[in-house]
């Protein structure tokens, strides 16, 4: 194994977060340790339980799975973590201890930044 994958996760558009999503689940299907960070308008979207928002109609056609359920099935079944950067949810006006309930940990970015040089980094 090469380390942790930390995906870095920013951007607002459906398509950063179907890449995204989609990249991080296959890696904890073939056992990597995967922590997705959320930044922005994704960590918005993520604790106002809209993240599956503005998907086009051809991911229904192509049955894509819906990105929140494939991330709280990885969560659940293959130790995925989705985590937000302590500014980051501070810059987002939430409330600590309501984002807490969506995410695994609100870490520090120096933790991050750690992770992802232990292992690799993906950023959308």
């Not at 990885?74 to 949810?89: I, M, N, Q, S, Y």
């Amino acid at each position: 194994m090469a380390g942790p994958l930390v995906v870095f996760l920013h951007r607002a558009a459906w398509e950063d977060r179907y890449q995204a999503v989609t990249l991080a689940v296959t890696a904890a299907a073939f056992g990597e340790q995967v922590t997705v960070a959320l930044f922005f308008e994704a960590l918005r979207l993520w604790v106002d339980g809209r993240f599956d928002e503005g998907a086009p109609p051809s991911a229904a056609e192509a049955r894509v799975t819906p990105l929140a359920e494939a991330l709280e099935e990885a969560r659940r079944e293959l130790g995925l973590r989705v985590v937000a950067c302590d500014t980051a949810v501070r810059l987002a006006g939430l409330d600590p201890d309501q984002v807490l309930g969506r995410l695994d940990a609100i870490d520090t970015l120096p933790s991050l930044w750690r992770a992802a040089r232990a292992g690799r980094a993906l950023t959308f």
